[in-house]
């Protein structure tokens, strides 16, 4: 039989093919639609993909592997040694129970657990966590449920260690930790009140265009130091020295001229335009949804007293928190110290008369303006729910309708700004009034300000060039989104006046 030959065309046919596409189309930069259509929107499902525990190239996980254990094991020593001072036998075995539901949840977190529903407590919240887990989280654990919820859930499983006891129901494992910080920030806390303590006045030599020039760079020095106030985070600042806590809180006017090139969405300018026309209104009305304690809501109060005296508010409103959260969280007792510290307290020894004066002058004035109501504090439950801002709308319609008739809310720091963004890895190139959706969008929503020293992985509003900025200083500055080092004031125009709808 004669041999087979086979065709050599496959032992000479090329290892790879390549195609020549020169005559067809160029291609084009199209940019991926965002965000995804509302009807997919949900909170284990945001715009654009979540941060969860298990990435390990956010910093969600580090917060959830590390710091939020290390946090909690703070709180049970802070708590263990409240329970070493008491003496009532009756408290302390209260005590106890509420450590012995510390070290559960020490080991629900440790051990990754999956995430029940919250026990009826009494909280005005509880329907909305457990709808919320029942919906979107069943047999989700801490890891893989979106890390803002987790975070959320682990600090509304913190408060429920306390709020089912007897004694301690209002307890507040942080509270040591917040008075502290804010002793330690002398320096600052006394540069601000050596320079407010009097009244706010315009010089009478300064003609009416030197006087709104002196006004517009005030407003626009106070809003920076309202903004670089939230870099003493204590949720961040686990083992921060008294030097560095200095170094983050300087407040001179040459630090924040240089501090402004930092601010990477800068809406400033467009901010002061919406402010100074409130004066012929006839409302005139901010609102601050409060970040941290201590040194940043001093920064706050300064910035608030410069409202009311230049006649650019009548009334503020300011929303804290109802029970501890996030650490270092405004609550109504953080609010009552601090302005009593000022007026009565002795928390700065070293500090001279004139300088005690000047704090206790301060604190006075602002007592004065909670008695008189044109300060006034509120702590709705919805701002400790795991829900994003998206979500306020249909989950806290009353909240929305309040905020509505506001003329301008501003979110303070880094956690209110991802609840706004809806915490997810949206492009930095997004504008701020697509990525916070609904608090844009919806019939009558206000106009928002977002003051927020940058402090984790979400980034949104830095321009047409947002995405090549974030790019480079990826390369340049790999962990330039929690160092603290940069910031965004980003303002929303909303929908205002118009007649709130809901569905």
């Not at 509270?175 to 502290?180: F, G, L, P």
């Not at 001093?298 to 006649?311: E, K, N, P």
């Not at 330039?480 to 980003?490: D, E, N, R, T």
Request: aromatic residues 12%; proline residues 5%; charged residues 25%.
């Amino acid at each position: 039989m004669e041999p087979i030959i086979l065709p050599t065309l496959m032992a000479r046919a090329p290892s790879r093919v390549t195609l020549h596409l020169g005559h067809l189309p160029s291609k084009k930069d199209i940019k991926a639609p965002w965000p995804r259509t509302p009807s997919r929107v949900d909170p284990n499902n945001p715009p654009w993909p979540a941060y969860r525990g298990y990435h390990e190239y956010s910093f969600a996980h580090a917060t959830m592997g590390v710091r939020l254990p290390t946090i909690l094991g703070k709180a049970i020593d802070d708590a263990s040694r409240t329970l070493n001072e008491q003496s009532a036998e009756d408290k302390i075995v209260d005590l106890v129970e509420c450590l012995e539901r510390m070290d559960a949840l020490m080991a629900d977190l440790s051990g990754n657990a999956k995430l029940r529903p919250i026990v009826d407590d009494g909280e005005g919240d509880v329907a909305l966590w457990n709808k919320e887990i029942a919906k979107y989280f069943q047999g989700k654990d801490f890891m893989n449920a979106p890390w803002l919820f987790a975070e959320a859930y682990k600090y509304r499983r913190l408060h429920e260690c306390f709020s089912v006891s007897k004694y301690w129901n209002d307890y507040d494992v942080f509270y040591r930790q917040k008075c502290d910080t804010f002793s330690r920030s002398t320096d600052a806390v006394f540069e601000l009140s050596m320079r407010f303590a009097e009244p706010f006045k315009q010089s009478e030599n300064m003609s009416d265009k030197e006087k709104a020039e002196s006004e517009r760079l005030m407003f626009l020095e106070l809003t920076q130091v309202c903004l670089w106030g939230n870099s003493t985070d204590l949720s961040l600042l686990i083992n921060m020295t008294e030097e560095q806590i200095k170094s983050l809180q300087s407040t001179g006017g040459d630090h924040l001229a240089a501090t402004e090139k930092n601010i990477l969405g800068n809406h400033l300018n467009q901010i002061w335009e919406t402010v100074k026309v409130l004066r012929e209104k006839t409302g005139g009305r901010i609102d601050f949804v409060l970040d941290n304690a201590g040194f940043e809501l001093y920064c706050d109060f300064v910035y608030a007293d410069f409202l009311i005296q230049a006649g650019l508010a009548k009334q503020i409103r300011f929303h804290g928190k109802r029970y501890p959260w996030f650490v270092s969280d405004v609550t109504r007792k953080d609010w009552d110290w601090l302005l009593n510290t000022m007026v009565y307290g002795h928390l700065f020894p070293k500090a001279s008369e004139v300088e005690r004066e000047s704090l206790r002058r301060l604190g006075a004035r602002w007592k004065q303006y909670e008695k008189d109501g044109r300060w006034q504090y509120e702590q709705h439950p919805f701002w400790c729910t795991g829900y994003t801002f998206w979500d306020l709308h249909s989950e806290a319609p009353d909240l929305f309708l309040h905020l509505s008739r506001s003329d301008l809310v501003y979110f303070k720091g880094d956690l209110n700004h991802r609840k706004l963004t809806y915490d997810c890895a949206a492009p930095a190139s997004i504008p701020f009034d697509i990525a916070i959706g609904p608090m844009a969008s919806a019939a009558g929503a206000p106009k928002i300000c977002s003051l927020r020293t940058i402090k984790s992985d979400v980034v949104v509003g830095l321009g047409d060039n947002g995405d090549a900025i974030a790019e480079r200083l990826n390369k340049e500055e790999p962990g330039w989104k929690i160092s603290g080092k940069y910031a965004v004031v980003l303002l929303s125009e909303g929908r205002p006046g118009e007649k709130v709808r809901f569905a």
